[in-house]
Every structure is written in C-alpha cells, then in structure tokens.
C-alpha cells in the first residue's frame, strides 16, 4: 500500500509568483485535506476537497485555491505569492469524508525570497 | 471554533526518564482527540488518540486520556529514549479528520 506522496520537495519561489503543489493520495482514500505549517507552528487547515469537490476552508484567502482529480489526487495553488507564504505545506488524506484518521504525506517546503 | 493549547517548549529530558507534554482543548460536541509526532524534515505520524471521554490512547509506550471534565489530553511516557526526540502535537477534530485544529507543537530533546 503506498503512502500519501509530495511533490516536489522543496520548492524556491519569488513574491509574485505563483505555485503548484501535487499530492497522491493513499490507495483508496477519497478524501484530502491541505495544511500550511509555518516555522515553529502547527499545521492550519486551508481546504478539503472530498470526491473532486471543496469541502470546507479554513481562514486563507482566495488566491490559495485547489484541485481534486478523479484518480483522488490533488492540486494546491498559491497566486501572488508573498513572503508570509513561506512555510511547509502538508497533505493528508483519508478513507472517506466522516473518517476521523488521516494520513500526512512528507510536506513541500516553499520559500518565497 | 475549536482551540488546543499545549504545554510550552522545548523540553529536555535524560534518557529513561518520564514525559508528560500537557494539552487541553475547547470544543463542541464530541471531539476526537489526537496526537501527533513530527520528526526532522518528515509529515506528521498519527501516535495515537481517542473518540470518547474516558479513552485511553496508547501506542510504542506512550499513553493519553481523554478526560472530558478538565478538557484535558495529556501525553506520558515512562521511560523515554534518544529516538524519541521529535515533536509533538496535540489534535482536535469533532467534524471529520481532515478539519483538524492543532496546537502549537512541543519539542522534546532527550540525551543519553
């Protein structure tokens, strides 16, 4: 069985800019959810996505948005980029929407200079 | 919203010795309560948690109740090890687990 999957791993980008970040979910597994943890912190949820739909988001603005695929995987898109955005970016997935386990991919480190 | 705060870091501590990392949530409902390690440069692994009042999470020699009347979910270790030293985070959801609110993270160092 494979873990949820990141990429890329790191990641340098300047204020402006926008981003991709990829997550594979964990075979079977239909629902995801994406964290931002900035230095010293611990993770914020920004959004679900469960079955290609959002559901739910956390306190980030409209130019974090993201994307679920039929194969379950996902997207995380940042536009205009700022340098509060630097942080480690987490994915987690889950079996199914009410399930009350994730599971934590690796993380993207994203630096924005 | 729900909220967790955790005992304030970083902790040093010999090796073989007792850990308690202390958490407490707010919450409505019925949350599940979660903990979580972080070791250098990796995700989170789910350590171990508990759905009800009164539940006992235990896993690899740690241990955590789930005690509704102090709102409480602390993490005890007997005996800790070098390999230990990670960080810790407390976890709460009462929706599903994706929306999880977490606390700040402990850091614990132990030395041989």
């Known amino acids: 069985e494979t873990g949820v999957t990141q990429s890329p791993t790191h990641l340098i980008k300047t204020r402006g800019q926008q981003v991709t970040l990829r997550c594979s979910s964990q075979?079977?597994?239909?629902?995801v959810s994406w964290y931002q943890q900035a230095l010293g912190q611990g993770p914020q949820f920004i959004f679900q996505?469960?079955?290609?739909?959002?559901?739910g988001r956390g306190n980030f603005p409209p130019r974090f948005s993201g994307l679920q695929f039929p194969n379950y995987s996902s997207e995380l898109n940042v536009n205009a980029l700022e340098l509060d955005d630097s942080a480690l970016y987490l994915c987690?997935?889950?079996?199914?929407?009410?399930?009350?386990?994730?599971?934590f991919g690796p993380g993207t480190r994203l630096t924005v200079t | 919203g729900n909220s967790v705060t955790q005992m304030e870091g970083p902790v040093t501590l010999s090796e073989e010795a007792f850990l308690t990392i202390n958490c407490t949530y707010t919450?409505?409902?019925?949350?599940?309560l979660f903990w979580y390690v972080q070791y250098p440069g990796e995700g989170l692994q789910l350590l171990l948690k508990?759905?009800?009042?009164?539940d006992k999470g235990s896993n690899k020699g740690f241990e955590a109740t789930y005690r509704k009347e102090t709102t409480s979910f602390h993490l005890e270790k007997g005996s800790v090890q070098v390999s230990d030293s990670a960080v810790y985070f407390c976890?709460?959801?009462?929706?599903?687990?994706?929306?999880?609110?977490f606390g700040d993270g402990t850091t614990l160092t132990v030395k041989p």
């Open positions: 987690a997935s889950s079996f199914d929407l009410f399930e009350r386990e994730q599971y």
């Open positions: 075979s079977g597994h239909n629902t």
């Open positions: 996505y469960y079955r290609e739909e959002e559901n």
């Open positions: 919450a409505t409902g019925y949350p599940s």
């Open positions: 508990a759905t009800k009042a009164d």
């Open positions: 976890a709460v959801n009462n929706t599903n687990a994706g929306k999880s609110t």
